[in-house]
T-cell receptor, first 113, second 111 residues
Framework: DSGVTQTPKHLITATGQRVTLRCSPR?????VYWYQQSLDQGLQFLIH???????AKGNILERFSAQQFPDLHSELNLSSLELGDSALYFC????????????FGQGTRLTVV | DQQVKQNSPSLSVQEGRISILNCDYT??????FLWYKKYPAEGPTFLIS???IKDKNEDGRFTVFLNKSAKHLSLHIVPSQPGDSAVYFC??????????WGAGTKLIIKP
């Protein structure tokens, strides 16, 4: 158990809909990272938050947004969903920004039908 | 443009032998490299890392070698065990601390 909790584990929704993925980092970790892993693809970095502030953006679509709350949990919002958004979405946390030995949650598997 | 490449999608190795997983990168600004291991339906777990000031780092059965001139790193697992069967991701980071990931190599250890 990495200490990073992601909910829900599975999500099935229709095209055009909006979903919210939730991540609770390890206790004390200030950094939260979101990644997308599509079928047979590597991990694509989406966005990084540190102590509530956005630190870096990767290949995140404009239809996607994220935030980190004062209690340090984070949410990834995906809107106007398309079939191609079906993927595993991972959250990772680390104690400080720049600590690349992050701990990953088990992921949320999103299926858009 | 893939800055971190793992050119072998899969690798099959006999139990007890050495497993060698390779990774190439293109960005000379990368200064820290990591290997993560991933089982199905689980998140990746950190395995071993190496700084660009070193050329080797060892942790038990796992050794990572870095060849900066060739922009190449490799992960050696000796001896390979059935529990090592997983997908291995190579990742790199520069001064911005963002991890750039390879596509992964599926390692299969045959009994």
């Amino acid at each position: 158990d990495s200490g990073v909790t992601q909910t829900p584990k599975h999500l099935i929704t229709a095209t055009g809909q909006r979903v919210t993925l939730r991540c609770s980092p390890r206790s004390g970790d200030l950094s939260v990272y979101w990644y997308q892993q599509s079928l047979d693809q590597g991990l694509q970095f989406l966005i990084h938050y540190y102590n509530g502030e956005e630190r870096a953006k990767g290949n995140i679509l404009e239809r996607f947004s994220a935030q980190q709350f004062p209690d340090l949990h984070s949410e990834l919002n995906l809107s106007s969903l398309e079939l191609g958004d079906s993927a595993l979405y991972f959250c990772a946390s680390s104690a400080v920004t720049g600590n690349t030995e992050a701990f990953f949650g088990q992921g949320t598997r999103l299926t858009v039908v | 443009d893939q800055q971190v490449k793992q050119n072998s999608p899969s690798l099959s190795v006999q139990e007890g032998r050495i497993s060698i997983l390779n990774c190439d990168y293109t960005n000379s600004m990368f200064d820290y490299f990591l290997w993560y291991k991933k089982y199905p339906a689980e998140g990746p777990t950190f395995l071993i890392s190496i700084s660009s000031i070193k050329d080797k780092n060892e942790d038990g059965r796992f050794t990572v070698f870095l060849n900066k001139s060739a922009k190449h790193l490799s992960l050696h697992i000796v001896p390979s065990q059935p529990g090592d069967s997983a997908v291995y991701f190579c990742a790199a980071t520069d001064s911005n601390y963002q991890l750039i990931w390879g596509a992964g190599t599926k390692l299969i250890i045959k009994p």
